[in-house]
Nanobody, 124 residues
Framework: QVQLVESGGGLVQAGGSLRLSCAAS????????MGWFRQAPGKEREFVAS????????YYADSVKGRFTISRDNPKKTVYLQMNSLKPEDTAVYYC?????????????????WGQGTQVTVSS
């Protein structure tokens, strides 16, 4: 079993940056695909990015490609989401999740464990 705790959310102006972190517990962290999703008010949860267990492969939603970077530190059992050039439409609750499915695992049904979420608000 894996427990996930996100941090790093907050309020930022458009064009700014934030770095989200997701700390995991569980001995098999390094074997899971890790992903980030987000959910804006009144909208469905959407995929943001995923990273393979070995860190060699990453996959991004078109809406964040070139602006967001996902990374992971397996010894620290932590996955990160560096968000640059933020836009008001990036405002959402961001969730990290772990998956035992095949990479890139961009559907939320592929994920077994979820964090509680962290709020990101981008002002215009």
């Amino acid at each position: 079993q894996v427990q996930l705790v996100e941090s790093g959310g907050g309020l930022v102006q458009a064009g700014g940056s934030l770095r989200l972190s997701c700390a995991a517990s569980g001995r098999t962290f390094s074997s899971y695909i890790m992903g980030w999703f987000r959910q804006a008010p009144g909208k469905e949860r959407e995929f943001v990015a995923s990273i393979s267990w070995s860190t060699e492969r990453t996959y991004y939603a078109d809406s964040v490609k070139g602006r967001f970077t996902i990374s992971r530190d397996n010894p620290k059992k932590t996955v990160y989401l560096q968000m640059n050039s933020l836009k008001p439409e990036d405002t959402a609750v961001y969730y990290c999740a772990s998956s035992s499915a095949v990479f890139p695992a961009y559907r939320d049904r592929n994920y077994d464990y979820w964090g509680q979420g962290t709020q990101v608000t981008v002002s215009s």
